[in-house]
């Protein structure tokens, strides 16, 4: 559908918040093509958000996403600043394209922006699994890539994932070779009988399951990357900006991109530029913004806050680029919302096989069992989130029973990072009294009464508790045949219910890149100077978050988009062992262990 506004969403972000306000009819929300508002809420006097009847006399159709942040908009600074390179974001795809750049253009002038106090982005949060490993062959990954294009019908980019395969090894011997960065030993059963393999001359494909960063997160690895920033003599010309959020592009037109302007405090700044690279993330703490982009049923999410508001995407679209192609919410647990997430009671209420849904009208409606998914059957988490997202609204059920049952034989459910699970008290009894006035948690002495407080037909929920315990005695689940060993009968009084979110730990894909990382528009025509990386690129991912994608794409994205911006941007050329002396051999190569000595206890132990 084409836009109704009397100017262009692309001429009215060239223009600025000040040009704006002169036309004829600006834009007063964030439309799904980007459009931001011609002016700050702050001159027009009207508050952030417009109304409903403001943004369709603004033509746009999309009036519930505000801009209150006026992403896009290029203010009037008097402040400016020439670099070579600007990486606005500064997780793991920045850090690793900054200093990519670095090493091979000594001379280059490298700003990293970051809008949040500290690096890491949500690689503070995310394990590494999927590397070190050893890459392919051109052919074998061509043909990893196509099939994995096939299998979601082209909407994921077989060349993009080609690129990946074919570098792994290379992007692995510079992470954990060249830059020495140890990985944690997470599962002391699976290292040993890999080693012992491995001792036998197998190959390690990959760790997941065994080993991630070290300190189990990425954290420690940020924090070693940046002391190498701060201290080594080669990244001499890198200069981090914390608290600097990446504003608007700065265009000499909407095919070419001479710069970004950055706010600072209450300061804005123009840093020109050669190429500026686009990291700032996905847009999964903008769930306003994300509806418009996407076809999920975003009033029952909630999201990790990791500083994802999508300026990445909106800043993509104040060039040709195009609405973005695919968005994927990485949904990860049903959640009651306003329990801490590794909390057990809240793990009991949405992630366990025991569990007792029911939906708007009181009545059952899947089967809880949802490791049952036969084509994914390790991400049962992921999928009773999507079926959260799918209903007018989800409550889980739990009686007296069902609860005894939690105590005697604890919670057979983990969080998406469970690593600090364990070390959460099992005492359901602290939680209950800890989250009692929790709005998402309801507590009454009959079913009817617990109906009523969470606005479901009485009889509708009387008959599907009554039906479900009998079913649990005569070990038959006769709705949805349901394993008899995940039958509970939910017994007396008091009985809880607890509301259902989805939620969600960040966003995938959005903005269209080409094999170089280039942003390019809807014909994969490359905007001239502009690169993206991270989570925020399109090709890896359909509708589902794939388990590895984001951390194994950002940092090959990063380095992608570091070498090819040397030579295309910079006129520079990029060594061929940019690596280091070997790419990664998964015959011959171990990572280092950050816990070494508590694996020998443990071989010790076994001895």
């Not at 109304?51 to 992403?71: L, M, Y």
């Not at 990486?87 to 670095?102: D, F, L, P, Q, R």
């Not at 954990?176 to 290292?191: A, Y």
């Not at 607890?498 to 490359?526: E, M, W, Y």
Request: net charge negative.
């Amino acid at each position: 559908m084409k836009e109704k506004a009397n100017v262009s969403r692309r001429e009215a972000l060239k223009l600025g918040a000040g040009m704006v306000a002169g036309a004829a009819v600006c834009c007063a929300g964030l439309s799904a093509t980007g459009c931001a508002p011609a002016q700050s809420a702050a001159a027009e006097g009207t508050g952030a958000a417009a109304s409903a009847s403001d943004a369709a006399t603004g033509g746009t159709r999309f009036a519930k996403a505000t801009n209150a942040d006026e992403i896009g908009i290029v203010h009037d600074v008097q402040v400016e600043e020439d670099a070579d390179v600007v990486v606005v974001g500064a997780g793991i795809a920045g850090v690793v394209c900054a200093m990519v750049v670095a090493e091979q253009d000594p001379e280059a002038k490298v700003i990293l922006v970051e809008a949040q106090g500290v690096c890491g982005g949500g690689a503070n949060y995310a394990e590494q699994p999927d590397m070190p490993a050893e890459g392919r062959d051109w052919i074998t990954a061509a043909r990893y890539g196509e099939e994995a294009a096939t299998a979601s019908h082209f909407v994921k980019d077989g060349r993009l994932i080609a690129e990946r395969a074919y570098d792994m090894g290379r992007n692995s011997a510079w992470l954990f070779t060249k830059h020495g960065v140890p990985l944690t030993i997470k599962n002391f059963e699976k290292l040993k009988t890999v080693l012992d393999a491995f001792e036998a001359g197998e190959p390690v494909a990959k760790w997941n399951g065994i080993a991630g960063y070290e300190g189990g997160n990425g954290s420690l690895t940020i924090q070693r990357l940046i002391g190498e920033i701060d201290s080594d003599a080669t990244y001499a010309n890198v200069e981090i900006r914390t608290n600097t959020r990446g504003i608007a592009l700065l265009l000499e037109d909407e095919t070419t991109v001479s710069g970004v302007q950055v706010k600072s405090k209450n300061d804005y700044v123009n840093l020109n530029a050669k190429a500026v690279v686009l990291a700032c993330g996905g847009m999964s703490n903008n769930l306003e913004l994300l509806q418009h982009y996407s076809n999920q049923e975003l009033e029952h999410c909630v999201s990790v806050e990791q500083g994802h508001y999508g300026d990445a995407m909106v800043m993509a679209e104040q060039t040709a680029h195009g609405r973005c192609k695919t968005i994927a919410l990485s949904s990860m647990q049903a959640y009651v919302d306003g329990m801490h997430y590794q909390s057990w009671l809240c793990l009991a209420a949405g992630e366990t096989n025991t569990a007792l849904f029911v939906n708007q009208e009181g009545e059952r409606f899947v089967n809880e069992d949802m490791s049952r998914i036969s084509d994914q059957p390790t991400r049962g988490g992921i999928n009773r989130s999507k079926i959260v997202e799918g209903q007018g609204a989800v409550y889980s059920i739990m009686g007296s029973g069902l609860l005894e049952y939690y105590k005697q034989n604890k919670v057979d459910a983990e969080s998406f990072y469970g690593d600090g699970q364990a070390e959460r008290p099992f005492d359901l009894d602290a939680d209950l009294e800890e989250y009692a006035d929790n709005e998402n948690l309801f507590v009454a002495d009959t079913i009817e009464e617990l109906a009523e407080k969470i606005g479901v037909p009485k009889d509708a929920l009387a008959q599907t508790v009554a039906t479900y315990d009998a079913d649990a005695a005569a070990g038959v689940d006769s709705a949805f045949a349901k394993d008899p060993q995940y039958l509970v009968p939910m017994g007396d009084g008091p009985f809880y219910a607890f509301k259902l979110s989805s939620l969600i730990v960040n966003t995938n894909a959005g903005i269209r890149v080409d094999h170089d990382c280039r942003v390019v528009d809807q014909d994969f025509n490359p905007v001239g100077g502009l690169y993206a990386i991270g989570v925020a690129i399109s090709g890896f991912v359909d509708d589902l978050y794939e388990t590895g994608n984001c951390q194994c794409v950002s940092i090959w994205s990063g380095s992608k988009a570091a070498r090819s911006l040397v030579e295309q941007r910079l006129g520079g050329t990029v060594a061929d062992d940019w690596f280091g002396p070997a790419e990664w051999n998964a015959s011959a190569d171990l990572p280092a262990f950050a816990n070494e000595d508590e694996y020998q206890n443990y071989v010790a132990a076994l001895a």
